[in-house]
Structures are given as C-alpha cells and as structure tokens.
C-alpha cells in the first residue's frame, strides 16, 4: 500500500545536501507535494527564481523559515533586525507562503532579564504584524527548546508563545507546534488545545528527540522513530485542535546529511507512515 | 570588608580535584562551614569516615547527591532501585544530613510514555518516603533542566516535582531548587512561592548557564556571576518564600576543576557575595 503523503511537507535543512532543484524534483518524484524553506539557501538561489521553480514543479511552500532574532535593547540593532524581518515577509508573500517562522533570539550579552526580552519580542511583532497581514503572511511564533533560551530563543513553551501571539488576530499571529522543542513538557497538551480553539497553530513540525545530545545542541535531532518523542501522539492532539495543514519535517543532523538524498527522502516518507501519520 | 559566608555550602563536585579531606580543611580555611556530598567519593572515602572527618572539622552537610534514578518499568530493576535508594537514605542519616537529593531518571530504552515514568517516580516515592523519615531524611526530588528529560530526569519543571512531593508529608518530601535547570521557566517564581508557603523547599542550589554547551550537556555549568542566570532575584525569591537553608554551589565544570582548589574555592566565595548573597 502505498502510504498517505497528502500532508507531509519535507522541510529543507532536513535535506540539506540537495540545492532546491534537486529538493524540487527530489520531492515531487516521491509524490510529495510540499516544501518548507529557508532564507538562506533561497537568497542564494534567487527569491523570484525559487518561486518560479515551485510553481513548475506545482510544490507548496508551507512555510519559510525564519524571522525574529529581536531580542537587542539597542535602537539601532532593533531597527535592523525589524528591517530584516520586513525583508524576510517581503520573501515569504513572493514565494507564496502564508507562514512565516519567528525564532525570537536569545540574551543579549550580558543581559539576565529574560522577562524583559520577552517583552521586546512582543513588541518588534507589534510592529510587524500589520505589514505580514498587509501582504497576506501569518507570523508563527516558535517556542524553541529550553536548552536555547540564553543564546537563541527566550520562548521556550507553547504557553509563553500563545501568552504572545493572542495579543493579535488570530490571522496575524500564530504559533509553531514543534515536536523537538515541545515533546518533555507535560503542559503542551493544553497548550496545543488552547493554540487550536484560537485558530492559533499556523505550523507544525516533527523531528525526534535522541541523545546523546551534540556540542552546542544545535544539529541533534532525530529521525521520527529513532528517539523517545511520541510523535504520533502529538500529531493527534494537533488534529483533535482541529489543525488541518502540513505536517512538516524538520531534522538538523549531519548523519542525515551525508547520505544521498533520495534514500532519506524514501526512508523519511516510511518513517512518518509508521510513526506520525 | 569579609562578605557574609553563614549560608554558603559547597557541593563537592564543584572542587573534584579535592579529596574528601582536602575539601573539608580548604573549606574550614575559607570560613564556610557546609557541603554537599555525592555517594561515589563518599563511598570511596568510607561512609562513617566521611561523616568522622565531618565532625573533627566542624562542618555540616546539607545534602547528599543523590538517590533517584527509578524510572524502570520492569520489576527486578525497580527492586534493585529501590534496595539502592535505601542504602542512599543510610548513608545520608550517616553522614548527618537531613536531605537527600533524588533524580528520577529518564525513559528506559524504547518508553515513549513520559506521563507514566512521571507516575512510576511518585510510587517509587511512597514506597521510600516512609523509610527515610524513620531515618530523619527528607527526600528532596530535583527537576533538572528539560534538556535532560529523555535521559537523566523526567521531572523537568518545580511545578512537576512539587506536584509529586506534594502527595507526602512536607517533612517527608521536599523540591529542590536548582538556578541552572530553572532559570529559564517564567513559571519558577510561582513554582518557588508554592514550594515555600508548603514548607518544601529542601535544598537550594546555584550555578550560572552559559553557552556554547558541551557534548553530552552534563558539565558546561558555569561559575556565578559568568553567565545569564539572575542568581540573586532568584536567591531573594527562595528567602521570600521563606528558605532560611543554604545556598549550595554545585558547578559541574573540568575548567574549574583543573585549577588550584583552593584558588577556585576563594573566587566561588567571591562570586557568592557579589552575585547571590
């Protein structure tokens, strides 16, 4: 039998080693018809370029990772990190995309007050929000893992997110449900109903949890069913909210990487049969 | 002007380059009049001469690291945990402390049922709370930082330890506060006012978060006053709740470790007056 993909969304750092023709071809060859990318690599291809090749290859973009990182107290680095994420929802309404991920930064240097660094991501989205709408682009906020609070994302529960994001319409913000970062804590179950009654879930996005964990925790994760995560559970509790988009992968590791791409491709389409779908 | 010392304990594992003697004359020289123990260098020395050499130099322990460690579904395993959490409770009675440290353990190989190991802690708990008392040992359960949730601990947050200890005496079962598994929760200064108005605060801990974290993630605690951590808003936190204990230095780091103690052991002291005290 072959397995129901209709949802599954392959995100692009889980395929690193291929350039985005070779993701494009890669995915709808395997009968995947969506993609979640990142700024970087699309700059690099050209914004207008990767738009054009999505559409010939009938591919969704559902989401582009990412904004945010508008934690600095200084008014000059805020102003560029603003500017920069104007930029980043200029890209995401160019290829298509309604979502557009929010990472918030972490502390600044020397910086201990982590509620105040909250308030400020409240704040840079305020001033953001508008624009996004403006352009037809929800900002996701995403609750990283606690491990990154310091140094890359000073939210860490899907209720300190949705404490954010419910500030604003719901068609302006939301939230990303992310396995990774959301598996440990026994209060995401209410988090994910609380995000789905508010029309909040804007992303979700699966990758297992394994350790040992790697220096500077960055390109650890796990592929779905290797780890300890209960990804089918969640993946229900997601649609019990009533969320019905993508169900997006997204697994930094270098194991991965070196691989050829269509054999994780195949191996990552079975793994989210078996454990997520 | 000499800073206040009265409530400074070293854990040991801040100087492991002491023996069990170095560290009790080191910190008798330094004026601090407490530490915190580990069972493996204790065993190692002897447990009745650890607690002789306790006494000769006049210094009180405020806990010992650790029982815990019972998250095994099958029956041989919790028996042999459960026979090795005794001989800890032994050991602290021993040594004089009226405090010992649990740390619940992570998932068993293949469990992706965090909400049940959860479960299996609070009955390993009742089955060892009443043997402590006996003893006059407190069972102090720890939530470590999330990051060691699959692994080492499946109590993650002071709201889950307290949710446990809660179903036991207060005499029988306590929390500990730890700044660097909790620093990063908005949910901590909730979680400590709690622990305080129900008299469970057992034992408070201090070391700074910094970042880049090693492999592995067990040993890049940082020295006080070196990292993100708002130490003395939480120390001020834990004395409003109505701690009057120590405040215990327990830094897991090989940078410390390779220095002079005694140099270490003076700039801790330093570090504790002007970041916590």
């Known amino acids: 039998m072959t397995p129901d993909l209709a949802r599954l969304s392959i995100n692009q750092e889980t395929l690193k080693q291929w350039s985005l023709p070779e993701l494009a071809a890669g995915c709808v060859a395997a009968g995947i018809g969506s993609v979640g990318l990142w700024r970087a ?9 990767t738009a054009a090749l999505m559409r010939a290859y009938g591919l969704s973009v559902t989401s582009l990772c990412r904004g945010g990182f508008f934690t600095a107290a200084d008014t000059g680095s805020r102003a560029a990190a603003l500017d920069d994420n104007r930029a980043a929802i200029d890209e995401a309404a160019a290829l ?68 954010i994001a419910e500030r604003f319409p719901a068609a302006q913000v939301g939230v990303v449900v992310d396995t990774y ?58 649609d019990a909210a009533g969320y019905r988009g993508a169900v997006e992968v997204e697994i930094f590791n270098p194991a991965l990487w070196a691989r050829d791409g269509a054999e994780v491709l195949a191996e990552t389409s079975d793994r989210y049969a078996r454990h997520v779908a």
Chains 1, 2 share one sequence.
């Open 41 to 49: 690599p699309v700059q690099e291809y050209g914004v207008e370029r």
């Open 96 to 163: 298509g995309t309604d979502t557009l991920v929010l990472v918030s930064g972490g502390l600044p240097d020397g910086d201990r007050d982590i509620a105040a660094a909250r308030e400020r991501v409240a704040e840079a989205i305020a001033d953001l929000a508008p624009y996004a709408a403006e352009r037809g682009v929800r900002l996701a906020v995403e609750p990283l893992h606690p491990m990154y609070a310091a140094d890359r994302c000073v939210i860490s529960t899907l209720g300190q997110a949705l404490d």
């Open 181 to 238: 970062h959301l598996w440990w804590d026994d209060r995401t179950p209410e988090g994910i109903a609380r995000a789905g009654a508010g029309g909040r879930i804007a992303c979700f996005q699966v990758a297992d949890w394994v350790t040992p964990l790697p220096a500077g925790v960055l390109l650890g994760r796990g592929q779905l069913g290797d780890g300890c995560v209960d990804l089918r559970g969640l993946r229900e509790l997601v």
